[in-house]
């Protein structure tokens, strides 16, 4: 939430939060809080700035 937050109250154009997931859990845990995978395979996922302002409306 800090880091979405942060994203909220930042003057820069952003897109998107990216992350790494660790492991395939640490996948699961962040496509079941609406995160996005960059490509088919890999581990870095993301969730648009439109997602997450929504969190705070």
Partial sequence: MDAFSRVLSS?????????E???EA????Y????FLR???SGRRLFLPFAEIAKLFT
């Fill in 11 to 19: 003057q820069k154009n952003i897109y998107a939060l990216i992350v």
């Fill in 21 to 23: 997931a660790n492991d």
């Fill in 26 to 29: 640490a996948v699961s845990f």
């Fill in 31 to 34: 496509k079941a809080h609406c």
């Fill in 38 to 40: 960059l490509a088919v």
